[in-house]
């Protein structure tokens, strides 16, 4: 998508997934295809492979400005603050724990011991969390002992995959939770969900009439 604006620039920064020591390749985005997207005039380049998810939180724990606009959540809009309970959020709350710095909201401990990590990626993320805690003396914490714990029972097997009625329920119910968002914009989301929905059973209607 980047290399479409290449007449206006010449380069693009693709932030890290996985660090070095990961060997983990087997992403859209990673150390060894990223930089192979180059061209003579549109270069890409790769930042932050160097570092597990851990360390960049504690760099950016001592940057205010950058930790006050941080967002991490993809179940919250872009404009919205991030929802502090969803996966991506809840191991985000832990890399900055490692650190030794607070974000966004408590975690309880039993909270940490029921967490489902239903694939070995993630798994993986939980590890380096605890790796890192090691290093900077926070692995003898409550929170760090519990995942411990937590990681001993292995992965959870994934959820199972939601029915279409219950995925447009979610949907309609996120849309809803977030009071920030203004009326109308709601509005126009559950209508466009309903034009869909008579859309795909427009036929159906039109053969029963």
Not at 69 to 79: F, G, K, Q, T, Y
Request: include cysteine; hydrophobic fraction near 35%.
């Amino acid at each position: 998508m980047a290399s479409f604006w290449q007449r206006d620039y010449g380069n693009v920064l693709v932030g890290s997934t996985y660090p070095y020591s990961s060997g983990v390749v087997d992403f859209g985005s990673n150390f060894v295809t990223d930089p192979l997207l180059s061209s003579r005039r549109f270069r890409v380049y790769e930042e932050g492979w160097g570092f597990t998810r851990s360390q960049k939180a504690k760099l950016v724990s001592q940057w205010e400005r950058g930790l006050r606009n941080l967002r991490v959540c993809w179940h919250s809009n872009p404009d919205q603050d991030n929802c502090g309970v969803c996966e991506k959020c809840f191991r985000t709350i832990l890399n900055f724990k490692a650190s030794g710095a607070f974000y966004l909201r408590d975690i309880s401990l039993d909270e940490i011991r029921d967490k489902e990590i239903w694939n070995e990626h993630i798994f993986y993320e939980y590890q380096t969390i605890l790796e890192d805690a090691e290093k900077w003396g926070t692995s003898q914490e409550p929170w760090a002992q519990a995942l411990k714990e937590r990681l001993s029972l292995g992965v959870y097997p994934a959820p199972k995959p939601l029915t279409f009625p219950q995925r447009m329920g979610k949907r309609i119910k996120h849309f809803l939770y977030y009071k920030k968002e203004d009326a109308a914009s709601v509005r126009i989301k559950i209508l466009g969900l309903r034009i869909y929905k008579r859309k795909k059973e427009g036929p159906l209607h039109q053969s029963r009439e």
